[in-house]
């Protein structure tokens, strides 16, 4: 035990050396004003690769590196080591030599931030198996009221969105609606009937959804129903056949998408030799990826013609009153429309773009720092560990499409509505728990 301790802190000092240098590599070329763009890019591929092989025993880190490598694949084979017909001559817009080099390295460092935090927490023996497979509690009175009201709530989203009709609900409501059936999926999972009516509800959901080329949508939560039934059945190498199969869907739901957006309304538009030949022309890379990695580029560069306190309090409105509120009680730009004003993009842009343009590297600090912690959540996950946490993981790996590629506002404010709904679902549970803590403190005093 002594000698694999020993094995795994030199394993650790040998990253916190590379990590080190390469930090300082990043800043040195960056004042000099050379760019090896390609160089990093690389770096970050093989970065990914050694920490999926390396986290390959753990089911959720396993998946969740899988889809940020296949995310940052997309991005590094398309506009770094290769160049692909699409968005080719609208990158000759960028106005400023270093706006790829910083996008890349900016991407770089969040991710030897965010995977640095789990460094010491590192165990080649920890034992991941039956996170959610293990009984849970019966549930009081109350709790079941709240989650069949949950359920009664996405029924009437799912069957007023695709059939009713009868009020307007919004794109952001659709996508938070996944918070509810998160919890339903969790805490119905022991009982037969409701965990597969669930089964129905997510499929419908999904049918519901892929009308408007709703592939996000889709996906997140079929992701949360692989997390808590079958991430602890499969092996690493049937994650990533099955991820592959499921890549090859993902694409033919886009190019569905696409022809219902540009009115080309009929499947047969798209046939399996069409699909393959795209995804081949494509580099098998994910359009949807490398579209918003262009977006980010764009909100890095407009970061030049904004003032600093500008900058500032967009991210002020954005971390307040936007976050708690929406767009209609605040004054909050958000940074693709900013960013359009100044060039042609489809929307989206990977977060570290965000944080760069509001604070520049000091942001790509900040937000490495923030997933790291829920990374590190996903990592120490234990079989007794509290709902809240299992709950948690299950949230932000599923909706890691989003927040990475999107937007950190399913990061962000989605985190804080869950926090919401679990503090709603469990009051009666802090209440007892507080009785009891108040009559121990009772009792100790009258000890003393």
């Known amino acids: 035990?002594?000698?694999?301790?020993?094995?795994?802190?030199?394993?650790?000092?040998?990253?916190?050396?590379?990590?080190?240098?390469?930090?300082?590599?990043?800043?040195?070329?960056?004042?000099?004003?050379?760019?090896?763009?390609?160089?990093?890019?690389?770096?970050?591929?093989?970065?990914?690769?050694?920490?999926?092989?390396?986290?390959?025993?753990?089911?959720?880190?396993?998946?969740?590196?899988?889809?940020?490598?296949?995310?940052?694949?997309?991005?590094?084979?398309?506009?770094?080591?290769?160049?692909?017909?699409?968005?080719?001559?609208?990158?000759?817009?960028?106005?400023?030599?270093?706006?790829?080099?910083?996008?890349?390295?900016?991407?770089?460092?969040?991710?030897?931030?965010?995977?640095?935090?789990?460094?010491?927490?590192?165990?080649?023996?920890?034992?991941f198996e039956n996170v959610f497979n293990e009984t849970s509690s019966k549930l009081s009175r109350y709790k079941s009221l709240i989650l069949y009201i949950m359920l009664c709530g996405v029924i009437f989203i799912i069957a007023n969105n695709r059939f009713l009709n009868i009020v307007n609900i919004s794109e952001s409501i659709l996508e938070y609606t996944l918070i509810p059936i998160i919890f339903l999926v969790y805490y119905f999972r022991n009982n037969k009937v409701l965990k597969y009516f669930m089964y129905v509800v997510v499929i419908i959901y999904a049918i519901s959804t892929i009308h408007i080329g709703g592939r996000i949508t889709i996906l997140q939560p079929l992701i949360s129903i692989y997390l808590i039934f079958y991430a602890e059945k499969f092996k690493a190498k049937n994650v990533i056949i099955a991820f592959v199969i499921g890549v090859f869907a993902f694409t033919v739901a886009g190019l569905y998408g696409d022809n219902l957006e540009y009115n080309t309304d009929k499947f047969e538009y798209t046939n399996i030799k069409y699909d393959i030949d795209v995804m081949l022309d494509r580099k098998l890379a994910l359009d949807t990826s490398y579209s918003a990695y262009w977006t980010g580029l764009t909100i890095i560069e407009t970061k030049n013609r904004v003032q600093t306190l500008e900058r500032y309090k967009n991210f002020a409105e954005y971390a307040t009153l936007y976050t708690i509120g929406g767009q209609g009680f605040s004054s909050y730009k958000k940074l693709p429309e900013l960013s359009h004003k100044y060039y042609i993009h489809y929307y989206g842009g990977f977060i570290n773009s965000y944080f760069y343009f509001w604070f520049g590297y000091l942001g790509i600090l900040l937000i490495g720092i923030a997933l790291g912690f829920f990374n590190r959540n996903v990592y120490t996950i234990k079989k007794n560990s509290s709902d809240f946490r299992k709950i948690l993981l299950v949230y932000y790996i599923s909706t890691l499409p989003r927040w990475y590629l999107y937007e950190p506002s399913a990061l962000i404010r989605g985190t804080l509505l869950l926090c919401i709904c679990y503090f709603i679902l469990n009051i009666e549970d802090i209440k007892i728990n507080r009785k009891k803590f108040q009559e121990l403190i009772n009792s100790e005093s009258k000890l003393c």
């Open 1 to 127: 035990m002594k000698v694999l301790k020993k094995k795994l802190d030199i394993k650790n000092n040998i990253e916190i050396i590379f990590l080190i240098v390469i930090t300082v590599l990043i800043f040195l070329l960056y004042f000099l004003k050379i760019y090896p763009s390609w160089l990093f890019a690389t770096i970050l591929l093989i970065f990914d690769i050694y920490y999926l092989c390396k986290f390959r025993n753990n089911p959720f880190l396993f998946f969740l590196l899988l889809c940020i490598l296949y995310f940052d694949y997309s991005v590094v084979i398309t506009r770094y080591l290769f160049n692909i017909s699409e968005f080719s001559s609208i990158y000759s817009t960028l106005k400023y030599a270093s706006t790829k080099y910083i996008g890349i390295t900016s991407l770089l460092l969040m991710h030897f931030v965010s995977f640095y935090i789990l460094r010491k927490k590192y165990d080649a023996n920890y034992n």
